[in-house]
């Protein structure tokens, strides 16, 4: 029996399907994140190696800035 305190409960499957849901929505997010970090440890590796001093790279930055 609901604890009439709490009026507006959910039923017990719509919550554990909303919290399969949003599992699913964090593990996509937590897999989005991972991907991001890997690009910038790249970037990083390839300006530490000198990347940004190549001829071309200033015009391909601002190209893609004005593009946003």
């Known amino acids: 029996m609901p604890n ?3 009026k507006h409960q959910m039923p017990t499957e719509k919550l554990k399907d909303e919290i399969e849901e949003l599992k699913k929505i964090i ?3 937590d897999q989005q994140i991972a991907e991001l ?3 910038d440890a790249i ?3 390839l300006e530490a190696g000198g990347v940004d ?3 071309g790279y200033e015009s ?3 190209e893609m800035r004005s593009s946003d």
């Open 53 to 55: 001093n190549w001829e």
């Open 27 to 29: 593990d996509e997010k």
């Open 43 to 45: 970037l990083a590796a």
């Open 60 to 62: 391909s930055v601002e």
């Open 37 to 39: 970090d890997q690009r």
């Open 4 to 6: 009439p305190m709490y």
